[in-house]
């Protein structure tokens, strides 16, 4: 029965403390609503300026006052006006001291700074809330007297003393000239990388004809071969494949792509673009070619010699005519025309 009892009134007290909570919650509700419809009423207390006298030319003079606001009408921003003769160095700030029943007890901090000895005028001070006040406005003005501003006392000393620095206010620059700045600098960079990459097109160096291709291969044959840096053999063997490939390209035959022997004997029709004497001059050179590449007989340096000169001689004669490169569209160098 005690047990049944006990339980009971654990439920009942359980009950009534959720009620009271419930209640308060409620109150707090009602009287936030109740009050955030209506214009607020502000009270600014401890209006402050410290130190308040004996204020040297340069200190930085503190500015503080206590502001008791309803919980839904906070301060958002404050804008401290120095008097004739000051700046202000930096932004006012707000800092919560007490959260109160309805209200909240906050704190703005500021300075001011005097540049010139004398009277400095008074400051004003002007702090914006979240909703309206009771004049309708959203925002409260205070001011301060003014002060007045000693000179630096160096008394019987030879050394400076110098005032404090003063702190110039930056204008920050508006986002929207970031925006202008930043589509400036990629219009630029664009129109650079164009006009470069133009300009390194017109510049790229021109593509060389086959006869080019082959005479300056021949040449440094002959220079190679001259310093020894190459020997006769691999010179017979390079000189094969540089004529090889320039009758390729030159006439359009298959001459990389067949035996010495095909190759002569494709020479021998009626229908090969090659003189008598040029092919006369292949037939014995291939096949000495081949005899030292393949049957491991020494290379005559005269012989190697001779066959440069008339591979030189070769290409030489076998350049075509401006009136056939006209024909094909081709310029001297090999190159289309339109390209």
């Known amino acids: ?13 359980f009950a009534a403390l959720l009620a009271l909570a419930l209640a308060s919650a409620l109150a707090v509700a009602v009287k936030y609503h109740s009050e955030s419809g209506k214009p607020s009423e502000i009270v600014a207390t401890k209006l402050e300026m410290s130190p308040s006298e004996k204020i040297r030319l340069g200190d930085k003079v503190a500015l503080s006052c206590e502001l008791t606001c309803p919980w839904g009408n906070p301060p958002v921003a404050a804008e401290i006006i120095p008097g004739k003769g000051a700046q202000a160095p930096g932004k006012a700030k707000f800092s919560l001291q007490k959260v109160l029943w309805g209200r909240n007890l906050w704190k703005m901090s500021g300075e001011v700074q005097p540049f010139i000895n004398g009277e400095v005028g008074r400051t004003e001070i002007e702090i914006n809330f979240e909703k ?6 959203k925002t409260l003005k205070m001011e301060l007297p003014s002060f007045e501003s000693e000179s630096l006392d160096t008394g019987s000393s030879n050394e400076i003393l110098l005032a404090g620095a003063l702190e110039q206010k930056k204008e920050k620059a508006s986002f929207g000239k970031w925006i202008g700045l930043t589509a400036f600098i990629l219009v630029l960079a664009v129109i650079l990388a164009l006009y470069f990459r133009k300009k390194t097109k017109f510049l790229a160096p021109p593509q060389l004809s086959p006869w080019q291709i082959a005479l300056l291969d021949i040449c440094e044959i002959r220079t190679n071969l001259s310093a020894k840096k ?13 004529l090889r490939n320039y009758l390729e390209k030159r006439f359009r035959v298959r001459a990389t792509a067949q035996t010495t022997g095909e190759f002569l004997n494709s020479l021998k029709r009626g229908s090969s673009p090659m003189e008598d004497r040029h092919k006369a001059f292949l037939g014995e050179f291939l096949e000495a070619a081949d005899l030292v590449k393949f049957a491991n007989l020494p290379a005559e340096i005269d012989t190697l010699e001779r066959a440069i000169s008339k591979a030189e001689e070769l290409v ?24």
């Open 230 to 242: 190459i020997t006769p053999e691999f010179s017979f063997t390079k000189l094969t494949d540089i």
């Open 1 to 13: 029965m005690m047990k049944i009892l006990h339980s009971k009134w654990l439920k009942i007290s």
């Open 132 to 137: 309206p006040l009771k004049d309708g406005t």
């Open 316 to 339: 030489k004669s076998t350049v075509p005519s401006e009136a056939s490169l006209k024909d094909s569209g081709k310029t001297k160098n090999g190159e289309h025309k339109n390209a």
